[in-house]
């Protein structure tokens, strides 16, 4: 049942200022003196069209700020497009900020805010997701604010404590399933979304706009550009690659976890997506819970080929480019070839996500499979992947041993199948090795055209996923020991339920 967290803890806000703000050292109150000085609440900030401030519904406010300097997100993926962080700000008789932005950015984030508020005071901060790139301002939004509130779940505080040395036990409420913080004519309400994509993840509804500030759920890669709106950009085009690129290495391996968001999500009025990454859905939000629904559940997006190549001399690339185009002859247009060692594994995920079918071509190196294909099938692993159909073409000049190896990983992957007979060139395919290859081609393309029944490799292996009832974690194995606890929650044996 739904709890007024705002009767019982406006209360604290009058002592909460104080103790805070001498923890937070170089910055003191006297320097924002100025915006502690509360005027009433007037409508429309004075000066909203500063940097990349924009109204996203009535009393609702853009705050972020896009970082087009960064070369590497998490230091792993490149995004040549640059990425947004995205914050929001509700003017009503009470103010909240929904999260902050990464560190890089906090100078427009500041100003940013600064005109939002117009002076008034800040009541509460909204801590969504406490991962650094949207909650490395928090401490100075906390000295700056001194009577601000913090709303967050038990597992932010900690985790926000464990960054940034930041106390906030004397200005925290911490946000229950289902509590809610009444602002005025604006109401939040807050789900736990654990690992969605950390375990403290909460996502906050306003009843009043019905918008769900959905933390990194529905965000994409991607500096945005002026436009706000997922509908005033070809999202389709221009955006759709690298949000598929960025759920599907950020929050990838957590399906069953964002199955349970969007199980919630469907019982709750939502009209507007505000995620902290990328465009906000205020359109067609069918259209990309759709999308999450695919990907969430392993589900091929399309009936697809990409073939995946791993070559040192040219032999193994002839074979990969030749099984292309032999698939395409039979009427599948939608194949994409990748060289391993050229395209970045996150691109090679994305992708793995989105089609139906994968051909795997690799050399035979150090007796094993060439590194690169190695570490794209362990990340492959890594992300949970399922429900694929795999083909497989090994190269070897003197001992082939690519093509079982690969299976040795591919065999871990729930419900993978196997299409057509693996294909082993020596050294560069002869005329025998093409009669192979046009072979598996046409046994790929049939398969794309008319799907088969995947096998489910949990069958195979014996093993079984449980899924925690209470925060989604899967474990997997024949059966959850007694003594299990779930490391994300705690949560016994008993609570776990057979996927
Ligand atoms: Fe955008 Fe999980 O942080």
């Known amino acids: 049942m739904s709890k007024e967290i705002a009767r019982r803890d406006f209360l604290k806000a009058a002592v909460a200022g104080a103790a805070g703000l001498a923890a937070m050292g170089a910055l ?48 792993v993926y490149p995004i040549p497009r640059g990425v947004a962080y995205n914050s929001y700000v509700i003017l009503d008789e009470k103010t909240a900020l929904i ?16 005109a939002v508020l117009d002076g008034r005071p800040l009541d509460y901060l909204v801590v969504d997701h406490m991962e650094p790139d949207h909650s490395s301002a928090i401490s100075e939004v906390l000295v700056r604010y001194p009577a601000a509130q913090v709303v967050c779940t038990k597992a932010a505080a900690v985790i926000l404590n464990q960054f940034f040395d930041c106390d906030i036990s004397d200005r925290v409420i911490y946000a229950e399933e289902g509590d809610t913080l009444r602002l005025g004519r604006h109401t939040l309400t807050f789900v736990h979304a654990p690992m969605v994509h950390w375990p403290e993840v909460m996502m906050s509804f306003d009843d009043l706009s019905g918008i769900l500030f959905s933390a990194d759920a529905f965000g994409s890669f991607g500096a945005l550009n002026g436009n706000l709106f997922a509908d005033e950009v070809d999202f389709k085009n221009d955006w759709l690659p690298d949000a598929r690129r960025y759920y599907c290495n950020i929050v990838g391996k957590y399906g069953p976890q964002v199955q349970a968001v969007l199980a919630k999500a469907a019982s709750v009025p939502i009209k507007m997506l505000c995620p902290t990454h990328g465009p906000v859905w205020r359109e067609d939000l069918g259209w990309i819970l759709e999308k999450y629904s695919l990907w969430s559940s392993y589900t091929p997006e399309e009936q697809a080929v990409m073939v995946v190549y791993g070559s040192v001399y040219g032999g193994t690339e002839s074979a990969a480019n030749a099984v292309a185009a032999m698939i395409s002859q039979q009427g599948v247009s939608d194949v994409a070839v990748y060289d391993v060692s050229k395209t970045h594994v ?37 992300h949970n992947l399922q429900n694929r159909c795999f083909s497989l073409i090994e190269n070897g000049s003197w001992s082939p041993a690519a093509g079982a190896k690969m299976m040795e990983i591919l065999n871990r992957l729930t419900a993978a199948a196997y299409v057509g007979k693996p294909v082993t060139i020596l050294s560069s395919p002869d005329e025998g090795d093409y009669i192979a290859l046009r072979a598996l081609a046409e046994e790929v393309a049939a398969s794309v055209k008319e799907p088969p029944t995947v096998i489910a490799a949990e069958e195979e292996s014996g093993t079984a996923r449980w899924v925690c009832t209470l925060c989604g974690y899967v474990y997997e194995g024949e059966s959850v020991p007694e003594d299990f606890k779930c490391p994300i929650c705690g949560a016994g044996a008993d609570k776990f339920e057979k996927e």
């Open 346 to 382: 996150s691109e090679l995920i994305g992708e793995a996500f989105r089609c139906s079918h994968i051909v795997l071509a690799s050399i035979t190196y150090n007796m094993g499979v060439f590194t690169p294909m190695k570490n794209f099938l362990l990340d492959l692993e890594a």
């Open 28 to 75: 003191g109150p006297a320097a924002f003196a100025e915006e502690e000085k509360a005027p009433a609440f007037a409508g429309k900030p004075k000066f909203a069209e500063i940097g990349s401030v924009r109204e996203v519904a009535e009393d609702v406010w853009y705050v972020g700020v896009s970082d087009r300097r960064i070369e590497l997100f998490e230091n």
């Open 99 to 114: 999260d902050t932005v990464d560190r890089s950015v906090t100078g427009q984030f500041f100003e940013n805010l600064t």
